[in-house]
């Protein structure tokens, strides 16, 4: 993990510092940022990794960590800054074998040389071809965390994308599908997702991200 100079550190509590900033594969500008002492990865409107999803992701993990949820098999689509992959390794000290996917070969590289990769196995790859795959081979995950952004929009998701993340699912499995959807599109995504089998529960408690946990 990247670790801000004293200077950086300290100014940081009082207004946004900048370490690196560039325009990432998908055409929309990336920034490493220090803000109030955390470093963050961001776009120009919504913080991808340790900043407000870093807290989506902590209190959702920590929910099925209490309802044993087996952590054993990860996969994160969408791997980002790896926020999700530190919370299951340092907070609840677990041994995870964790997979990353992450399309962008901006973030790919800060992810591994500023933020959190120990541990994990980062592939760069399209998320969508990975899980068409992962079908093909017939691998399978106790824990999949779907984060897909494009800065604040989902991606439009591919025909057989819910039935190929069904099938990666283990009988015991569960999945997270992070939106900023409003009320009525993430109404629409909860329907979707039970007319292809999954049971699925809300999870807003955080305002702006709407949260499905599904399972079989």
Same mark, same amino acid.
């Given at each position: 993990?990247?670790?801000?100079?004293?200077?950086?550190?300290?100014?940081?509590?009082?207004?946004?510092?900048?370490?690196?900033?560039?325009?990432?594969?998908?055409?929309? $500008?990336?920034?490493?940022?220090?803000?109030?002492?955390?470093?963050?990865?961001?776009?120009?409107?919504?913080?991808? *990794?340790? %900043?407000? +999803?870093?807290?989506?992701?902590?209190?959702?993990?920590?929910?099925?960590?209490?309802?044993? @949820? *087996?952590?054993?098999?990860?996969?994160?689509? %969408?791997?980002?800054?790896?926020?999700?992959?530190?919370? !299951?390794?340092?907070?609840?000290?677990? $041994?995870?074998? !964790?997979?990353?996917?992450? *399309?962008?070969?901006?973030?790919?590289?800060?992810?591994?040389? @500023?933020?959190?990769?120990?541990?994990?196995?980062?592939?760069?790859?399209?998320?969508?071809?990975?899980?068409?795959?992962?079908?093909?081979?017939?691998? $399978? @995950?106790?824990?999949?965390?779907?984060?897909?952004?494009?800065?604040?929009?989902?991606?439009?998701?591919?025909?057989?994308?819910?039935?190929? +993340?069904?099938?990666?699912?283990? *009988?015991?499995?569960?999945? !997270?599908?992070?939106?900023?959807? $409003?009320?009525?599109?993430?109404?629409? +995504? %909860?329907?979707?997702?039970?007319?292809?089998?999954? !049971?699925?529960?809300?999870?807003?408690?955080?305002?702006?991200?709407?949260?499905?946990?599904?399972?079989?």
């Amino acid at each position: 993990m990247l670790k801000p100079s004293f200077f950086q550190w300290l100014g940081s509590f009082f207004w946004p510092v900048v370490i690196k900033s560039g325009r990432g594969n998908l055409g929309h $500008d990336l920034e490493i940022v220090v803000y109030h002492g955390k470093v963050m990865l961001d776009t120009r409107r919504v913080n991808y *990794s340790f %900043g407000k +999803l870093h807290e989506v992701m902590e209190k959702i993990l920590q929910r099925l960590y209490r309802k044993s @949820y *087996s952590f054993d098999k990860v996969l994160i689509l %969408g791997y980002g800054g790896g926020s999700a992959a530190q919370i !299951i390794h340092e907070q609840f000290q677990y $041994d995870s074998h !964790i997979v990353g996917v992450e *399309s962008d070969a901006m973030i790919y590289d800060w992810a591994q040389n @500023y933020f959190y990769s120990k541990g994990v196995k980062i592939l760069l790859e399209d998320a969508f071809d990975y899980v068409r795959r992962a079908v093909e081979n017939e691998w $399978d @995950y106790d824990l999949i965390i779907v984060d897909l952004f494009v800065d604040n929009r989902n991606p439009a998701w591919p025909e057989d994308f819910w039935n190929n +993340l069904r099938n990666m699912m283990n *009988s015991s499995g569960v999945a !997270i599908i992070n939106t900023m959807s $409003d009320e009525q599109a993430f109404k629409e +995504l %909860g329907d979707q997702l039970q007319r292809h089998g999954f !049971i699925a529960q809300p999870w807003n408690e955080i305002k702006e991200n709407r949260v499905w946990v599904v399972k079989k």
